[in-house]
């Protein structure tokens, strides 16, 4: 079965350091890949996703994300880290059960030290 | 701007009482889907539909009904709630097609506490 592991559910970095959200996917066939971030008391909006062209992925608000097959990875990353990026992160998959259909992680939330 | 709203943030109810939850999208898309937030279990599908009258049931159906009976509209029925159903409600739609087809774009929540 495809599923998605968000290693940490809990991170923490000071402003203006490296933020590293961990991803491990399970899939059978080539993934669509996405991160989608939770601002407190909001939906979820989509941050960037994968779907098979470049494996270094450009999302909103400066992350990027890469797909790294040999490692079934697909990390969130940001240079330097703002205080407005506190949110919850999720990992998602596409299912390949249905195109529609998403699966998603159990979420990593960051926070970040003034 | 996309748009989906909930017709509820925040909403509670007794054991035994039979809740609506309302969604509805301005975006014309085909696919609509609820879900449950819980802490440290992410996101769970709950029911989907992909066309007027058409639903799947997701992971976690158990409890719930849904309804969809306009394109824009997409319901969840709780129909005795109880108190394990007390949860964040997420409702999210994507398109069939085109760039967006794997995009799924989400309501702001209903945060339901069953009391």
């Known amino acids: 079965a495809q599923s998605v592991t968000q290693l940490g559910s809990h991170v923490s970095v000071s402003e203006g350091a490296l933020v590293l959200l961990r991803c491990n996917y399970s899939?059978?066939?080539?993934?669509?890949l996405f991160w989608y971030v939770q601002y407190p008391n909001q939906g979820l909006q989509l941050l960037l996703k994968?779907?098979?062209?470049?494996?270094l992925v450009k999302g909103i608000n400066g992350f990027e994300a890469e797909f790294k097959k040999s490692e079934t990875s697909f990390h969130l990353t940001k240079p330097s880290a703002h205080m407005s990026d506190a949110a919850e992160y999720f990992c998602?998959?596409?299912?390949?059960?249905?195109?529609?259909?998403?699966?998603f992680g159990s979420g990593t939330r960051l926070s970040i030290r003034p | 701007d996309v748009k989906v709203t909930q017709s509820s943030r925040y909403l509670v109810k007794r054991t035994g009482e039979k809740v609506f939850l309302e969604c509805v999208q301005d975006?014309?898309?085909?696919?609509m889907f609820w879900y449950r937030q819980d802490p440290g279990l992410g996101l769970r599908l709950i029911y989907f539909?992909?066309?007027?009258?058409?639903?799947e049931k997701g992971d976690i159906p158990e409890g719930y009904s849904v309804s969809r009976e306009k394109k824009e509209r997409f319901s969840l029925i709780l129909e005795s709630a109880s108190t394990n159903q007390t949860s964040m409600y997420l409702c999210?739609?994507?398109?069939?097609?085109?760039?967006?087809?794997?995009?799924?774009?989400f309501g702001p929540g209903t945060r339901l506490t069953v009391t």
């Open positions: 539909s992909y066309d007027v009258k058409m639903k």
């Open positions: 999210a739609s994507s398109p069939l097609s085109g760039q967006a087809v794997h995009e799924q774009y």
């Open positions: 975006m014309d898309h085909e696919n």
């Open positions: 994968y779907t098979s062209a470049a494996t």
């Open positions: 899939s059978s066939v080539p993934p669509y």
């Open positions: 998602a998959v596409r299912a390949y059960s249905s195109a529609s259909k998403i699966i």
